[in-house]
């Protein structure tokens, strides 16, 4: 018992550390793939609708294998966040992009 309250003590920071660089290798790794494959049918779900094709899905298996699920739901939202704020900003021209009023639809102060 007094083994187990003496080593809960000690933080060992260098076992984190190398956890969360292989957290982040296998994140970037899977992310990578996402971007080579862009092209490809999307045919595997991940956590926060993230959808990626077959060609990734051994990458995303390390990725899930070295990262807590908490920060794998996280980098999925924040790569799905920025996938469609870059979507938004490509699409200048397109009708599905951002619409911003016209001035004229606002009545002026009298």
Same mark, same amino acid.
């Given at each position: 018992?007094? +083994?187990?309250?003496?080593?809960?003590?000690?933080?060992?920071?260098? !076992?984190?550390?190398?956890?969360?660089?292989?957290?982040?290798?296998?994140?970037?790794? @899977?992310?990578?793939?996402?971007?080579?494959?862009?092209?490809?049918?999307?045919?595997?779900?991940?956590?926060?609708?993230?959808?990626?094709?077959?060609?990734?899905?051994?990458?995303?298996?390390?990725? !899930?294998?070295?990262?807590?699920?908490?920060? !794998?739901?996280? @980098?999925?939202?924040? +790569?799905?966040?920025?996938?469609? !704020?870059?979507? $938004?900003?490509?699409?200048?021209?397109?009708?599905?992009?951002? $619409?911003?009023?016209? $001035? +004229?639809? @606002?009545?002026?102060?009298?």
């Amino acid at each position: 018992m007094a +083994y187990a309250a003496a080593k809960s003590d000690k933080i060992h920071t260098d !076992v984190l550390t190398k956890a969360r660089e292989a957290c982040y290798k296998g994140r970037d790794a @899977f992310y990578a793939c996402l971007e080579k494959e862009s092209d490809k049918k999307p045919t595997e779900i991940a956590s926060m609708g993230l959808l990626y094709p077959l060609e990734c899905k051994q990458l995303r298996n390390e990725y !899930v294998k070295q990262c807590r699920s908490s920060w !794998v739901k996280h @980098f999925d939202k924040q +790569y799905c966040q920025n996938k469609r !704020v870059q979507t $938004l900003l490509n699409d200048k021209g397109s009708t599905r992009g951002l $619409l911003l009023p016209h $001035l +004229y639809t @606002f009545k002026p102060s009298t």
